[in-house]
């Protein structure tokens, strides 16, 4: 196997082909090459990336989520924050698993169960989070909801300054 070095708007690109957990970047390139897979063919070179920090690699969906400005579209915050949640464990549903932490002085902030929400407080107003298996409280000012965002960013190894600019997003 051999290692070649790309510039990182290209290992940025790569990365966001991804269409499944583990798929390698010589899968990424020979599907978006239209290469056959088969192990028989043989290959001239063989191209790897070498890896990057996992919240690099993650940070794809909140890029293109900031660039795009569909967090500008939307007028309230607790959209905004869905939206961000959502993007957040499309990006890295293993990490995401990290929000269930993430709690107040009383209140739990993240479950898979609704009621473990509930249970947590008189007025929480459990929601779904879109298209993952968690529930977050909603009934939260718009500093609490960017602080439940940051302390998630956090735990999942995204940097400070790509937290600072979702969180002003939020």
Sequence with gaps: MKT???????YL?????????GESASDILRRLLEQPTSANQPRAVEPTVQAQPTAVADAMGLQSLLDSGALQQEEKS??????????????????????????????VYFSRDPEALRASGSTTKPKPVPDTPFWVITNTNTSRKQNMVAQLMSSMGYDEDLTARVCGAV
Excluded at 4 to 10: A, C, Q, R, T, V
Excluded at 92 to 105: D, L, S, V, Y
């Design 4 to 10: 070649i070095e790309l510039d990182d708007d290209l």
């Design 13 to 21: 690109f790569i990365a966001s082909q991804t269409r499944h957990i």
């Design 78 to 107: 607790i959209n905004r924050f869905m939206l961000v949640l959502s993007t957040l464990y499309r990006d890295n549903p293993e990490g995401f698993t990290q929000a269930t932490e993430i709690k107040g002085r009383k209140r």
